[in-house]
Protein backbone atom coordinates (compact mmCIF):
# COMPACT_ATOMS: atom_id res chain seq x y z
CA UNK A 1 0.00 0.00 0.00
CA UNK A 2 1.04 3.32 -0.94
CA UNK A 3 0.59 6.25 1.33
CA UNK A 4 0.74 9.72 -0.25
CA UNK A 5 0.99 12.97 2.20
CA UNK A 6 0.05 16.36 0.77
CA UNK A 7 1.46 19.47 2.01
CA UNK A 8 1.52 23.17 1.46
CA UNK A 9 -2.18 24.53 0.74
CA UNK A 10 -3.10 27.47 1.89
CA UNK A 11 -5.08 30.49 1.96
CA UNK A 12 -3.35 33.44 -0.67
CA UNK A 13 -4.65 36.72 -2.50
CA UNK A 14 -5.80 36.21 -6.34
CA UNK A 15 -2.17 36.83 -7.99
CA UNK A 16 -0.34 34.75 -5.26
CA UNK A 17 1.60 31.46 -5.11
CA UNK A 18 1.74 28.67 -3.13
CA UNK A 19 4.16 25.22 -3.59
CA UNK A 20 2.72 21.79 -2.75
CA UNK A 21 4.57 19.20 -2.05
CA UNK A 22 3.55 15.23 -1.90
CA UNK A 23 5.28 12.61 0.06
CA UNK A 24 5.54 9.46 -1.35
CA UNK A 25 7.86 6.26 0.18
CA UNK A 26 7.78 4.25 -3.01
CA UNK A 27 9.38 4.56 -6.80
CA UNK A 28 5.83 5.34 -8.81
CA UNK A 29 5.81 5.61 -12.05
CA UNK A 30 3.51 8.69 -12.39
CA UNK A 31 1.91 11.03 -9.88
CA UNK A 32 -0.47 13.82 -10.52
CA UNK A 33 -2.63 16.76 -9.14
CA UNK A 34 -5.85 16.74 -9.18
CA UNK A 35 -7.74 18.73 -7.33
CA UNK A 36 -11.87 19.02 -6.68
CA UNK A 37 -14.00 21.83 -5.50
CA UNK A 38 -17.15 22.04 -3.90
CA UNK A 39 -19.61 20.16 -6.15
CA UNK A 40 -17.54 19.55 -9.37
CA UNK A 41 -15.77 16.43 -10.57
CA UNK A 42 -12.17 16.03 -9.71
CA UNK A 43 -10.16 17.00 -12.51
CA UNK A 44 -6.01 16.96 -13.00
CA UNK A 45 -4.50 19.85 -13.91
CA UNK A 46 -0.94 17.95 -13.93
CA UNK A 47 0.66 14.90 -13.64
CA UNK A 48 4.62 13.58 -14.21
CA UNK A 49 6.09 10.74 -15.49
CA UNK A 50 9.59 9.24 -14.17
CA UNK A 51 10.93 9.66 -17.30
CA UNK A 52 10.45 13.61 -16.77
CA UNK A 53 7.90 14.22 -19.46
CA UNK A 54 4.50 16.37 -18.10
CA UNK A 55 1.32 17.22 -18.99
CA UNK A 56 -1.12 20.22 -18.10
CA UNK A 57 -4.30 21.00 -18.21
CA UNK A 58 -4.54 24.17 -20.69
CA UNK A 59 -6.18 26.39 -17.29
CA UNK A 60 -2.72 25.80 -15.54
CA UNK A 61 -0.19 26.39 -18.70
CA UNK A 62 2.38 28.87 -18.01
CA UNK A 63 1.36 29.05 -14.39
CA UNK A 64 1.89 25.78 -12.38
CA UNK A 65 4.66 23.72 -12.76
CA UNK A 66 5.31 19.88 -11.32
CA UNK A 67 8.30 18.47 -10.67
CA UNK A 68 9.82 15.52 -8.52
CA UNK A 69 13.02 16.61 -6.33
CA UNK A 70 16.16 13.76 -7.63
CA UNK A 71 17.29 12.58 -4.30
CA UNK A 72 13.55 11.41 -3.18
CA UNK A 73 10.06 11.04 -4.37
CA UNK A 74 8.63 13.74 -3.06
CA UNK A 75 6.26 15.64 -5.60
CA UNK A 76 6.05 19.39 -5.76
CA UNK A 77 3.37 21.97 -7.55
CA UNK A 78 4.11 25.12 -7.62
CA UNK A 79 1.09 27.30 -8.66
CA UNK A 80 1.69 30.81 -9.46
CA UNK A 81 -0.27 33.60 -10.70
CA UNK A 82 -3.51 31.88 -8.76
CA UNK A 83 -6.56 32.86 -9.28
CA UNK A 84 -10.32 32.45 -7.74
CA UNK A 85 -11.30 29.40 -9.52
CA UNK A 86 -7.93 27.72 -8.34
CA UNK A 87 -9.85 26.79 -5.25
CA UNK A 88 -10.36 23.34 -4.64
CA UNK A 89 -8.77 20.37 -2.32
CA UNK A 90 -5.56 19.77 -4.24
CA UNK A 91 -5.38 15.28 -4.20
CA UNK A 92 -1.84 13.92 -5.07
CA UNK A 93 -2.49 10.47 -6.56
CA UNK A 94 0.31 8.00 -7.83
CA UNK A 95 0.65 4.39 -9.77
CA UNK A 96 3.21 2.54 -10.70
CA UNK A 97 1.91 0.93 -14.33
CA UNK A 98 0.44 4.16 -16.25
CA UNK A 99 0.82 5.71 -19.87
CA UNK A 100 2.09 8.75 -20.83
CA UNK A 101 -0.87 9.48 -22.84
CA UNK A 102 -2.98 9.40 -20.08
CA UNK A 103 -1.21 11.56 -17.71
CA UNK A 104 -4.25 13.64 -16.54
CA UNK A 105 -6.63 10.77 -16.61
CA UNK A 106 -7.81 9.70 -13.43
CA UNK A 107 -8.38 6.21 -13.96
CA UNK A 108 -4.46 6.05 -14.63
CA UNK A 109 -4.14 6.31 -10.89
CA UNK A 110 -4.43 3.69 -8.26
CA UNK A 111 -3.09 5.63 -4.51
CA UNK A 112 -4.69 8.83 -3.70
CA UNK A 113 -3.21 11.09 -0.33
CA UNK A 114 -5.75 12.71 1.63
CA UNK A 115 -5.82 16.09 -0.03
CA UNK A 116 -4.68 19.55 1.04
CA UNK A 117 -6.40 22.92 0.86
CA UNK A 118 -6.48 25.54 -1.55
CA UNK A 119 -7.90 28.99 -1.70
CA UNK A 120 -7.48 32.00 -3.70
CA UNK A 121 -9.84 34.58 -2.17
CA UNK A 122 -9.38 38.53 -1.80
Known amino acids: QVQLVESGGGSVQPGGSLRLSCASPGSTVCMGWFPQAPGKDRQAVAG???????AYADSVKGRFTISKADDSDTLHLQMNSLKPEDTAMYYC???????????????????WGQGTQVTVSS
Open 93 to 111: AASYGCSTSYLLQEDEYRY
Open 48 to 54: SMVDEHT
